[in-house]
């Protein structure tokens, strides 16, 4: 088999595959064995017929047509390899020659990764980023300890405050009409949260037990429902109760109740150092974006939309996969948003660009400076991934591999090995 490759623009580039005619042969015959057992020739049992009857039946620019479905994918992967070429969509294949006693002749033409101009990235000078965690972190960390440990408590007399649970029936109208969804019988609901439209919580602020309100709210216009967008309603609301959270004093028996330490210091001391640790983390993944920044600003390389778009889809999907996580899907959040998939894409696509530009340029110096992952690097990462889902390290990579997720698994290592690089080399000041 004989390869010639020719850029043509861009990121296209067209392979010129001449395939041997005992290879043309071979598909040929294959074509055969798998039309004979689809046909009926008078005088002999299906799947017997000879090859000259069955191509004089189905004509013989059928089998042909039949015999490159088994060659062209072959050969056009084989001069993929043999060029060394990474394309990025499916190729458009022309036939140039297909004639009695004659190569088989084909043209792919193909859009592939584009190529990167480096600039420097060995040396770039990053400025050193602080960890710093202060006591009112501290507090801040307890206070929501406190907050989520709390006892909702019936309050008898008084009026509810932001931060309240008031149980309530509602029910709305549009143009003194009831409309459906719009009611609700002891339904919960903490004032200040954000849970209802504008306007509504903030009208039961005051409200007391046995009390009776009218509360008037405008619909958002990008309200879910296209029938409330932007509509005025009246909700009639009866106050049946009011809960109010009762929180326990930060003391020893507060820090023996939500945690293993027997006295509050201990508790902190602990909370302080997770900070820590955390802000640790946190601080050096900054200076990794300062430094990816820094070199994908210093570098070129045009960045295709087939990948942009694959980069969306991607997103997407993550998107999908943590809204099912949530007992959700993408139809409800397109509603709750008020938007539609086509307007998702378009916010996500500065995003996808600036991720498959940083990508393509990472990998670029990854491959520049012969960086890969180990087998212990891929087993290690497995491992973590298998513990996430609950599973065991061998049976995940296995549903990685047929799955055909190893691969992408092997160039994110690598890549994340690529930054680790960047930042030995970094002057950090």
Do not use: C
Request: proline share 3%; glycine share 6%; aromatic share 6%.
């Amino acid at each position: 088999m004989k390869v010639n490759m020719e850029k043509i623009e861009g990121n296209v580039v067209a392979l010129e595959i001449e395939i041997e005619q005992d290879r043309m042969e071979e598909a040929v015959e294959k074509a055969y064995r798998k039309v004979v057992k689809k046909v009926t020739i008078p005088g002999f049992r299906k799947g017997k017929a000879p090859r000259s009857l069955v191509e004089r039946h189905v004509g013989k620019d059928y089998l042909n047509e039949e015999a490159l479905d088994f060659v062209v994918p072959e050969a056009y992967f084989e001069a993929v390899k043999e060029s060394g070429i990474e394309p990025i969509d499916k190729p458009k294949v022309d036939i140039i020659q297909m004639e009695d006693g004659k190569p088989l002749v084909i043209k792919a033409t193909v859009e592939v990764k584009p190529e990167v101009e480096l600039g420097q990235y060995i040396g770039l000078e990053v400025e050193k980023q602080e960890a710093e965690v202060t006591d009112e972190d501290v507090n801040a960390e307890l206070e929501k300890l406190r907050n989520r440990h709390a006892q909702l408590v019936s309050v008898e007399e008084g009026t509810a405050a932001v931060k309240d649970t008031v149980i309530i029936d509602f029910e709305g109208f549009i143009d003194d009409v009831a409309f459906p969804g719009g009611a609700g019988t002891d339904y919960s609901l903490e004032l200040g949260s954000g849970t209802f439209i504008p306007g509504f919580e903030e009208q039961l602020t005051g409200s007391a037990i046995g009390e009776n309100r009218e509360v008037k709210v405008t619909f958002p216009e990008n309200y879910h429902s296209a029938e409330l967008a932007g509509r005025e309603a009246v909700f009639k609301v009866t106050v049946k109760g009011i809960k109010r959270k009762e929180l326990a004093d930060l003391d020893d028996e507060f820090a023996k109740d939500v945690s293993e330490y027997e006295t509050l210091e201990e508790l902190k001391n602990d909370i302080m150092n997770r900070l820590k640790e955390a802000e640790k983390d946190q601080a050096r993944n900054r200076l990794k974006d300062a430094l990816v920044d820094k070199v994908v600003e210093g570098s070129k390389v045009d960045t295709p939309e087939i990948m942009i778009q694959e980069k969306i889809d991607f997103m997407l999907q993550s998107l999908t996969r943590r809204l099912s996580m949530q007992g959700l899907n993408i139809e409800d959040y397109l509603k709750s948003t008020g938007t539609d998939l086509e307007e998702v894409k378009k916010e996500y696509h500065p995003a996808a660009e600036k991720a498959v530009k940083t990508d393509l340029i990472l990998e670029a110096i990854a491959a520049k400076e012969n960086i890969e992952p180990t087998e212990d690097d891929i087993d290690a990462k497995v491992a973590e991934m298998a513990a996430h889902y609950n599973s065991e390290p061998a049976t995940f990579k296995q549903w990685l591999e047929s799955g055909g997720n190893l691969e992408p698994l092997k160039k994110s290592i690598a890549i994340d090995k690529t930054v680790e690089f960047l930042e030995e080399k970094a002057v950090i000041q």
